[in-house]
């Protein structure tokens, strides 16, 4: 999250990386939030929502957060989107303390600890195929989804306190995947 002092972070934004058990409910509440999100995001264009993330992938092990992506045309209405999506418990994470510039980025928390992930995306943007792609790769191919598993435990384990490290050690795995 760049160069902004951590310690005027609210409690979620640096909470520790945990990695639990596989919880079939993860799949039921993706679906409910899709829906929820399809409702809220209407009026600003949204129609295509996707369930994704280890939380979207039976059996696997997880981050207890529902991560949804939306596709929408444009970024300009994203001061009322953040504005009427607060209201429903979600804060905006501006894209300069984000670091991704390719996504409007939202968190949902409950007890200061995250529980749903929003990633807005443009109609034209790469990473939503990619991020559908690693998803369904994972979701037919049992091996991949084991081997991801593990690496995502042994890389918890390590990057406890470091998101982004988390984050960019599972990239080698991810472009395996996606053959690229």
């Known amino acids: 999250m760049g160069e902004f002092h951590q310690e005027a972070w609210p409690d979620w934004a640096t909470e520790k990386i945990s990695i639990a058990a596989p919880d079939p409910a993860w799949l039921n509440k993706g679906l409910h939030e899709v829906a929820e999100l399809k409702q809220l995001l209407a009026q600003y264009g949204v129609v295509q929502i996707e369930h994704i993330g280890s939380t979207s992938i039976p059996g696997m092990p997880a ?74 790769r994972l979701r037919e191919q049992p091996k991949w989804a084991q081997q991801y598993a593990e690496l995502k435990v042994k890389l918890a384990q390590e990057n406890q306190d470091d998101r982004e490290a988390y984050t960019a050690a599972k990239t080698e795995f991810i472009q395996r995947v996606l053959g690229s």
């Open 63 to 136: 981050k207890p957060i529902i991560d949804v992506m939306a596709k929408i045309q444009s970024f300009e209405e994203i001061d009322c989107i953040a504005e009427m999506l607060e209201v429903h418990r979600w804060s905006y994470v501006p894209p300069e303390l984000d670091g991704r510039t390719y996504r409007r980025f939202f968190v949902r928390v409950r007890n200061d600890r995250r529980e749903c992930h929003l990633h807005l995306m443009l109609d034209k943007e790469p990473r939503w195929e990619k991020q559908l792609q690693f998803r369904d």
